[in-house]
């Protein structure tokens, strides 16, 4: 009886959410259309890449997500798109490169789990990466806005931005450590600004390299982010952009109850940065020292970002956020 009872209560719920264009009410009702149709269709073309596999690996979901670090319908949809019309490609080359990216595995252990020789290897790894870095394209700026609630304090803030930090190995020349030496992390780095959108959490735009010598705001200033978003527009960022007017930032030393609400108003939101930040350093690549040519790194960068952003398609990282809907302080200014 308590069953019927609530499968009539969540029906009539859910009937009233539609009505009022919210949707399911189910944790994951903001997956789009075209996510849950390929969703249906992943059996289709998984019994190939299951094959390929199991001459190398177990067969099985959890040995291929640590190796390769996504789903199989991430990987389809990167080789239909951008590898499959050209003829030198093959599926076995994409595998591997994702697990170049994924495991960035040392000497010769990867050559030797794929079982093919070291200039084969490294020779198809580039080759993929090369491509992928001229033709990729899924990172969309024009993603950032969204309808908003037209009350809302934050209703022209789309953007929040953050830099994150990767580690290389220590150079041997003198002048390039200096160069690339980063006071925050105390180790040498290549520092990238990451916009993600405050609504979806989907990223938005992704800035060239700079070197670990360079602080935030600067990064913010010079690599042409505030050239691309509207006047009337702002960003939502941590308290290493303080002094900017077109950015939200928190007190660095809140002391009245209003700045402490605003701070936790900014930190509630920024998470969503720091947690699509988390799905970059899943890669090796990019969580561990650098061990290839410092030019090469934004190439893999680059590729990774694209690669999450189609990750994050289908497992979208944001929630609806309470305070992009409620105002809270209907006369506060910044």
Same mark, same amino acid.
Request: proline letters at 3%; glycine letters at 4%; aromatic letters at 12%.
């Given at each position: 009886m308590a069953i019927e009872v609530y499968n009539s209560r969540h029906a009539v719920d859910s009937d009233?959410?539609?009505? =009022?264009?919210?949707?399911?009410?189910?944790?994951?009702?903001? +997956?789009?259309?075209?996510?849950? *149709?390929?969703?249906?269709?992943?059996?289709?073309y998984k019994k190939d890449w299951e094959t390929l596999w199991a001459k190398y690996w177990p067969a099985n979901n959890r040995t291929w997500k640590s190796s390769i670090g996504c789903e199989v319908f991430v990987v389809e949809k990167i080789w239909n798109t951008y590898l499959a019309k050209e003829t030198k490609f093959e599926k076995i080359h994409l595998l591997w490169a994702l697990y170049f990216l994924r495991q960035y595995p040392v000497g010769d252990v990867g050559h030797c789990v794929?079982?093919?020789? =070291?200039?084969?290897?490294?020779?198809?790894?580039?080759?993929? +990466?090369?491509?992928?870095?001229? *033709?990729?394209d899924e990172i969309d700026f024009e993603e950032r806005k969204r309808p908003r609630t037209p009350n809302s304090i934050f209703s022209n803030a789309f953007l929040c931005v953050d830099v994150t930090e990767c580690t290389l190995e220590k150079p041997t020349n003198r002048y390039t450590r200096n160069m690339f030496y980063s006071g925050k992390?105390?180790?040498?780095?290549?520092?990238?600004e990451v916009a993600?959108?405050?609504?979806?959490?989907?990223?938005?735009?992704?800035?060239e390299c700079s070197p670990g010598t360079f602080h935030d705001a600067t990064i913010l200033q010079h690599q042409g982010l505030l050239d691309m978003i509207g006047e009337d527009e702002v960003l939502i960022a941590d308290k290493a952009y303080v002094g900017y007017d077109m950015v939200y930032h928190p007190y660095k030393s809140p002391k009245t109850r209003e700045q402490l609400e605003w701070n936790k108003m900014i930190g509630s939101i920024r998470v969503v940065n720091e947690r699509a930040i988390r799905c970059f350093k899943l890669w090796n690549c990019l969580s561990h020292n650098w061990r290839h040519e410092i030019c090469l790194h934004p190439i893999v960068f680059k590729v990774i970002a694209h690669i999450v952003h189609i990750?994050?398609?289908?497992?979208p990282l944001q929630k609806p956020n309470k305070w992009l809907s409620l105002v809270y302080f209907s006369d506060f200014t910044k």
């Open positions: 009233a959410r539609k009505d =009022k264009g919210l949707g399911h009410p189910c944790r994951r009702s903001h +997956l789009c259309t075209t996510a849950q *149709h390929t969703l249906q269709q992943v059996f289709m794929w079982k093919v020789s =070291k200039p084969t290897y490294e020779k198809w790894i580039w080759k993929v +990466l090369f491509h992928l870095d001229e *033709h990729i992390s105390k180790a040498v780095t290549l520092k990238y993600v959108s405050v609504d979806s959490g989907q990223i938005c735009w992704v800035s990750m994050l398609e289908y497992s």
